[in-house]
């Protein structure tokens, strides 16, 4: 878990990536996003306004987990107590709120086409205007990228986005997403701003946005992929403004950027600069010096004694001009340390936890890699810090020990992998990244007491979740741990409440996808990234390799749904790859091909069968649609009206019927009189097997951040989920079911 966690969001979208055959342009040709307005009404879309309305009451919430992600940085407005914002790798922007004490998600109007938006590359607030701000979004810089990223700006603190007009390759889930600052805007002219790109220079903004020119007199060469990494204005001289080229070193300017010249002996590893409030120049750096000043053109070396480890965090008191606390920039855990006296001498601080989320244990309470901690501006000797899994506070870091509180409520930033609604038991149970996976025996609004490994096998993921028809108390779940490239999975036999780890399982080999037979538990068939499927007729005592089968894609991060159990035949099992369908009518000791050619090659896809119904095969193909089968996949009969089926899922019947409601994430055609009218993808359920459909997004909620599973309760009618790739979970809740 340690070791992958800084790389794991960059593996899972490469994959995904090559994935999904959805790539639209049309999030780069936007210019005004207002989350709390929907789309212009024509005179002949008059008859489906009643519908429009109703959309708006639709709302989608977040399955209570508690933080998971990194938190890269966080960001208090000089002027207004307790206005904070954050901003993370791969779930978006954040602002506090002090009375409810949780974090308020300021970009959930991004749709899947703008998913790129979700990643934060810079955050910048106008220090003379607590209204302002701006942000610069993108995940990726690298070629197989295909999008640009951007700058948005808010006058209304994150409520409502303009998109301005500077469009650059952007790194927000790439190295060094947890250092420096790029994007600044002048304390003397709040007119002038500066972002610091990656691959492309630095670049200027003289009219708050409006218009963008890059600075050609700045000297260096960017060739490292990281670029201008860190910005720095000194508040006391309008003009004089600091740059670092992550392995160069420091430049100066002192005319607001017009000329630039390289600060002799700058560190060349610096990640954070701040100038404080006495016009000293800080520096925390990768390599030696850890920690440096510059004042009057001498640098000197103020690194804490007796460490000799890579240093990021970096904050002066904006009050005190020679109180700094800087942190180590570690994977298991951090040193935070404290000077009062310009870095002269330093106290370790010693730390205690109050921790809040019932599940974190712990690296988790170790503040792992803290990406930014700051000095609140408003209120003496509180400090706030963020890591790999969300932030915390201190009311007082001049204690003896400091004792720090985490607050994570409203922040959620897993990666799911697979999510299981049983027929009976626990509402839900989900497969994540790096966090194993959960039990949500507290329900959906309340953190849940632990995570999986806490009673049983420990992973750092789990891939897949699977249930006995008949028998739904007994469970199978895979998984691993890529730090070691160790995988294994484990069996329940209380729904998941405990579990029991395999006696045997393949070594080196990644487990994908779980299929468990409707009669009998101890029988499952397990799919290998890149490698042969493997069945076991034992609960996992022994394998062997099943035959007739392609070798599976590569994982972890491939999300697509290849294989499903028959819900009623227990030796039957189907599976999907490359427009072809197979079936195993053996236990799945070997599969043959019963279809071919379903709709040409489609590599994003999801199979399931329809619960309770023998032989009754569902498959969604994307752009290509949605197709099902009534025997056991020897014919397939497309479903009209559906248009792209990105996702799709079922769930409980109503209230006297036997069909199963069936939730769609994608489009309807546009004939259909409930279609999402800006012809972007939507959620709908069909109580009829997809003849009619009714919308139940949410228009200011689209669940755009990378949606991968989708998954409906077999318990209660109404009540569906969608996982994310960095948003964790989503629920709606019919109000009328």
């Known amino acids: 878990m340690v070791n992958s966690h800084v790389s794991r969001r960059l593996l899972w979208q490469t994959i995904r990536l090559l994935s999904i055959a959805l790539v639209v342009a049309i999030a780069l040709g936007l210019i005004n996003i207002n989350r709390n307005l929907t789309n212009s009404v024509t005179e002949a879309e008059t008859n489906k306004l009643a519908i429009t309305q109703s959309h708006q009451q639709n709302t989608w919430k977040n399955v209570s987990i508690g933080g998971g992600g990194y938190v890269t940085g966080i960001y208090l407005h000089p002027l207004q107590k307790d206005l904070v914002y954050i901003k993370t790798d791969v779930s978006g922007f954040y602002r506090w709120d002090r009375e409810t004490q949780h974090w308020i998600p300021l970009t959930e109007h991004f749709r899947l086409e703008q998913r790129n938006y979700y990643s934060g590359e810079g955050l910048a607030l106008d220090p003379n205007n607590s209204k302002i701000l701006y942000i610069a979004a993108g995940a990726y810089s690298a070629n197989w990228w295909p999008d640009k990223g951007t700058i948005f700006k808010s006058i209304d603190q994150g409520e409502t986005w303009v998109k301005l007009n500077l469009d650059l390759k952007m790194g927000g889930n790439e190295p060094k997403r947890w250092a420096g600052e790029r994007l600044v805007v002048s304390p003397s002219d709040s007119k002038v701003i500066f972002f610091g790109s990656r691959l492309d220079g630095l670049w200027k903004s003289s009219d708050a946005g409006a218009t963008w020119n890059q600075v050609t007199s700045f ?87 007796n460490s000799t480890k890579a240093f990021n965090g970096l904050s002066v008191n904006p009050r005190l001009a020679e109180e700094i606390l800087v942190s180590t920039r570690e994977k298991s855990g951090t040193n935070i340390y404290w000077s009062v006296d310009g870095g002269e001498t330093w106290k370790q601080k010693t730390q205690a936890t109050n921790n809040r989320v019932s599940w974190w244990e712990g690296i988790m309470l170790r503040q792992p890699s803290v990406s930014a901690i700051e000095f609140d501006p408003k209120v003496a000797d509180r400090v706030w810090l963020s890591d790999w899994y969300g932030v915390w506070r201190t009311e007082n870091i001049r204690a003896k020990k400091v004792v720090w509180s985490n607050y994570v409520q409203g922040y959620e930033a ?126 996992g005592a022994s394998w062997e390799n099943v035959s007739g089968l392609p070798f599976g894609p590569k994982g972890a991060w491939n999300w697509s749904q290849s294989l499903a159990a028959d819900p009623v035949e227990g030796n039957t099992f189907y599976y999907y790859y490359n427009d072809t369908v197979y079936r195993s009518t053996d236990g799945g000791a070997s599969f043959e091909v019963v279809y071919k050619s379903l709709a040409g090659e489609n590599k994003w896809h999801s199979l399931k069968t329809m619960p309770g119904v023998k032989g009754e095969v569902w498959i969604s193909l994307d752009e290509h649609g949605l197709y099902h089968s009534t025997d056991g996949g020897n014919s397939f009969s497309q479903i009209a009206g559906v248009e792209q089926a990105y996702l799709f899922a079922f769930g409980k019947p109503p209230a006297g019927s036997k069909t199963p409601a069936l939730y769609l994430y994608g489009k309807i055609a546009s004939k259909s009189d409930l279609t999402n009218r800006d012809s972007s993808l939507g959620i709908f359920r069909s109580l009829d097997q997809g003849e009619t459909w009714t919308y139940i997004g949410d228009a200011n909620n689209p669940i755009g951040n990378n949606p991968n599973f989708m998954e409906a309760s077999k318990q209660k009618f109404g009540l569906v989920f969608v996982g994310t790739g960095g948003r964790g979970i989503y629920y709606f809740n019919s109000p009328n079911a």
């Open 219 to 305: 000297p260096s060469k960017l060739n490292n992929k990281i670029g201008i990494l860190s910005i720095a204005f000194d508040k006391n001289v309008p003009g004089l403004v600091y740059a670092n080229v992550y392995g160069d070193g420091i430049y100066r300017s002192t005319d607001m950027g017009l000329n630039w010249s390289k600060i002799k002996q700058s560190p060349q590893s610096a990640n954070r600069l701040v100038v404080a409030s006495d016009s000293t120049l800080y520096v925390t750096s990768d390599k030696k010096p850890g920690v440096s000043k510059y004042i009057n053109g001498v640098w000197t070396q103020i690194t804490p004694k």
């Open 414 to 539: 897993t990666v799911v992998f697979s999510l299981v609604s049983p027929p009976r038991g626990v509402i839900l149970l989900s497969g994540l990244a790096d966090v194993d996976g959960f039990y949500h025996d507290r329900g959906l609004n309340t953190y849940p007491s632990r995570e999986f490994g806490s009673s049983g096998l420990q992973l750092q993921d789990t891939y897949s979740i699977a249930y006995c028809e008949t028998k739904p108390s007994q469970m199978v779940r895979v998984g691993g741990r890529r730090w070691n490239k160790t995988y294994t999975g484990a069996t329940s036999t209380n729904g998941g409440k405990t579990w029991q780890e395999f006696a045997s399982f393949p070594k080196q080999k990644m487990p994908m996808r779980v299929a468990m037979s409707a009669t009998n538990p101890n029988l499952f068939v397990v799919t290998i990234s890149e490698g042969q499927a493997i069945h076991t007729t034992n609960g």
